[in-house]
């Protein structure tokens, strides 16, 4: 700008020259002046406009990216402001699904309930109309039926109160009978059970406990009539002292007394066979009179414990108890007849077993109790079925 008007200035000045007064040389070095002085100029203009271009681009992408960090900051508040309520929404969310979950394990146990209930109430109308169907047809089978049934229970019942197998076994003996009686083919399986348990019975065998308390109280009965054992006497025979003085008189006899001697030699040679001990004094037993009585108690005693242990089936104590009186009367008593047949016995009746083996004999029950159930199951399904009780009204 400052160039231009100094240009215009020296034009107009009147010690410039003319263009008629210019030469061609001069006006070929002016343009090419011109044009040099205007490549000059126009350089540092394209730099300023090129740096003011980049500054407008750099402000332009600073503003750009300032509004944009500013729309990412908005953006993450309001993401956080989301994530926030999503997590509210959450736990509301999880509280109700708790609640709905709550009330349908409510809702489950209350129907589990009614359909117990319901179940029951159905179990007891099945019971009920089996039991009428049962009282409308009760005929002569049932009640044989339900003879067997009880004489069943009272075998089981007998056999755990007398813990004894003759009575079970006769009223299983029974129980078949009847059986045999009502002549059906499906009372086969129950035939079968009762004669399983009559042979469980009597395998078992039989324990005679009141006979061996009977044998055991007769043996103490005869206790009184034991001999105790006795002192033994001793006694200088005759047949001794009468040869002492035999000696002293053969010195002293005479020949008249010679044939009374040779009658006493042979006396006295026959005396020698034939001993004969004269006692003085009565026989005294080892034992005083009230010793006496302890000694035949305490083998009532033995006796009585062994009792008490056929009565309990303690086989130990029944056995200690009888090898305690066998060796009491070994010791105390005479081994006479009555106590050797005493001792034979007490040996016999220590070798038996007095423990009774109660086997189990349920199955024959089992039996009969399923064959009723299955006989009401049929008869339900044939009243059911029957269609003159379907083509009944119901009464009001």
Known sequence: MAESGKKTKAASSPDSKSPAAVTPNESAKDTSSLKEDSKAKKIPLIKVIVFLILFLFASSAGW??????????????????????????LKQST??????????????????????KINDLQLQITAQGARIAELGSTSRSDWYLSEATYLARL????????RSTKNPIA????????????????LLAVRSAIAEDISRLRLAGEVDAEGIILELNALARQIEQLELIEFATTEAPVSEKSEDTAVVETEEETLSQRFSNLIGEFSQGLSKLIKVRQ???????????SEEVIVRNNLRLFLRQAANAVLREEQD??????????EWLTTHFQMNPSS?????????LEKKKIV???????SSIRALEAFLVVRESRMIGVLENDPVLESEPTRP
């Open 64 to 89: 750009l990216g300032w509004q944009q960090w500013q729309v990412q900051a908005r953006q993450s508040d309001q993401i956080a402001l989301v994530m926030v309520e999503l997590n509210e929404q």
């Open 95 to 116: 509280a109700l699904d708790s609640a709905v979950a709550l009330s349908r394990r409510n809702q489950q146990e209350q129907a589990e309930l009614f359909t117990k």
């Open 155 to 162: 075998a089981s019942q007998r056999l755990q109160t007398e």
């Open 171 to 186: 009223l299983l003996l029974q129980v078949d009978a009847i059986l045999v009686k009502l002549d059906e083919s499906d």
């Open 279 to 289: 006692r003085d004094r009565p026989i005294e037993p080892i034992l005083l009179a």
């Open 317 to 326: 104590i029944y056995t200690i108890s009888l090898g305690g009186a066998r």
């Open 340 to 348: 050797i047949l005493l001792q034979d016995r007490l040996a016999h």
């Open 356 to 362: 009774q083996e109660l086997p189990n004999i349920n």
